[in-house]
């Protein structure tokens, strides 16, 4: 009797074991869920890898869509001569930034990509982006360089009438160059100082 009990007894013991991981297991995904800071973009799932290229920025120099020394990048399509979404989004950019302690707005780098490249020349851009009150990156160069950064972003560019048509989300992305969170134009500031913030966490 007692040689046929062991057996048993030694299933039942694996079989807890089994069931105390299982536990252990969930209880560990449910903290590490309510950890997860909620964002108020939508997010990008999963993440996609944003392409590095560099361009010319609204002093005439080379310039790299990533910053080294900013961790959290938030990448916007658009033009000038644009009559509404391209102004909307990088004054709620502009404002978000100035939301921020100054210690996290000096790790955020905001960029704006010309899709209008001909009439978007670099000193046009810098009248442009400096009407935002903000350190943002106007980036533009010639159509050949401008069309790949397009592509790698899924941007579709119509010049063929007066209002370019292109696309119109702000990109929030991360250290690790992904893109985590898209935005409309007509964000407000405060939900991206808020994400701003939480991107830049520990």
């Given at each position: 009797m007692r040689g046929l009990s062991s057996p048993r007894t030694f299933s039942i013991a694996i079989a807890v074991l089994?069931?105390?991981?299982?536990?252990?297991i969930l209880l560990k995904t449910r903290a590490d869920f309510h950890r997860a800071p909620l964002y108020a973009g939508t997010p990008v799932v999963p993440p996609k890898f944003a392409p590095d290229a560099v361009l010319t920025n609204q002093d005439g120099r080379p310039a790299h869509v990533f910053g080294a020394a900013a961790p959290a990048t938030f990448l916007f399509f658009g033009y000038t001569h644009c009559p509404d979404a391209c102004s909307l989004a990088l004054a709620s950019l502009g404002r978000a930034y100035?939301?921020?302690?100054?210690?996290?707005?000096?790790?955020?780098?905001?960029?704006?990509?010309?899709?209008?490249?001909e009439r978007d020349v670099p000193a046009v851009m810098k009248r442009y982006v400096a009407a935002f009150d903000a350190p943002i990156a106007g980036l533009t160069g010639s159509r050949a360089q401008l069309k790949p950064v397009w592509d790698d972003y899924g941007v579709t560019v119509d010049p063929s009438s007066k209002e370019i048509s292109h696309g119109d989300a702000i990109y929030a992305i991360d250290a690790t160059q992904h893109v985590i969170l898209i935005y409309p134009p007509e964000v407000q500031a405060r939900d991206l100082a808020s994400d701003a913030a939480k991107m830049l966490s520990p």
């Amino acid at each position: 009797m007692r040689g046929l009990s062991s057996p048993r007894t030694f299933s039942i013991a694996i079989a807890v074991l089994l069931v105390a991981v299982a536990i252990g297991i969930l209880l560990k995904t449910r903290a590490d869920f309510h950890r997860a800071p909620l964002y108020a973009g939508t997010p990008v799932v999963p993440p996609k890898f944003a392409p590095d290229a560099v361009l010319t920025n609204q002093d005439g120099r080379p310039a790299h869509v990533f910053g080294a020394a900013a961790p959290a990048t938030f990448l916007f399509f658009g033009y000038t001569h644009c009559p509404d979404a391209c102004s909307l989004a990088l004054a709620s950019l502009g404002r978000a930034y100035r939301m921020l302690p100054p210690a996290l707005a000096a790790r955020i780098r905001i960029v704006f990509v010309s899709v209008d490249p001909e009439r978007d020349v670099p000193a046009v851009m810098k009248r442009y982006v400096a009407a935002f009150d903000a350190p943002i990156a106007g980036l533009t160069g010639s159509r050949a360089q401008l069309k790949p950064v397009w592509d790698d972003y899924g941007v579709t560019v119509d010049p063929s009438s007066k209002e370019i048509s292109h696309g119109d989300a702000i990109y929030a992305i991360d250290a690790t160059q992904h893109v985590i969170l898209i935005y409309p134009p007509e964000v407000q500031a405060r939900d991206l100082a808020s994400d701003a913030a939480k991107m830049l966490s520990p």
